[in-house]
């Protein structure tokens, strides 16, 4: 299993950031949190400050399974400004996912939804499908090696699906149950 990375830009949703890794760590992946500034402490969109694992600069990106995006406005625009980490959205060959905001305002200007299935949070479809995809009106789409999802409640759903997708349902199934959230099924795509 390869690493993967989430980033931080100055005023991401905490909630969900903060449980995609959580969740991850708990299904045994390796993730790591990436402060897109120079900077490891990140401010979130509530004013939470969160260390940072690492900052773009120090992290090797190389062969790494997901790249994700939490959403939270400044923080998608801060996210799509930087060049850098736009750079590598568009050479990975990994996984991508993306929550809230991100799906609208960071992966679609960048060609990364073309041809997709995604949700996003409502107002962000325009941009969305502008950007190619076809929308789904529920909380997470996982098709393969995009996950998206709607906002800070469906955060939970869209960790597990990221983990259902690296390390099946019944791993996603017994990391939710271990957290007392037990869905009927870890298929995501709704």
Known sequence: MHRSFI??????????????????????????????????????????????DLTFKEADFGGSEWLI????????????????LCDLLKVHKG???AICAAPGVVLAPLGLLEGKEATCYPGFEAACKEGGATMRDVPVVAT???????GPSAALRFALAIV???LGQTVAQDTGSA???YPKTMNFFF
């Open 7 to 52: 980033f931080l830009a100055e005023g991401f949703e905490e909630i969900e950031a903060l449980t995609v890794v959580d969740v991850m760590r708990r299904a045994g992946m390796d993730i790591k949190t990436v402060s897109i500034t120079s900077d490891r402490q990140v401010v979130g969109a509530h004013g939470i400050p969160v260390v940072a």
């Open 69 to 84: 995006l939490p959403g939270g406005m400044p923080g998608s625009t801060n996210l799509a400004a930087d060049e850098a």
């Open 95 to 97: 996984k991508l996912a």
């Open 144 to 150: 393969g090696d995009l996950v998206t999802g709607n």
């Open 164 to 166: 259902s997708t690296s």
């Open 179 to 181: 957290m007392l959230f």
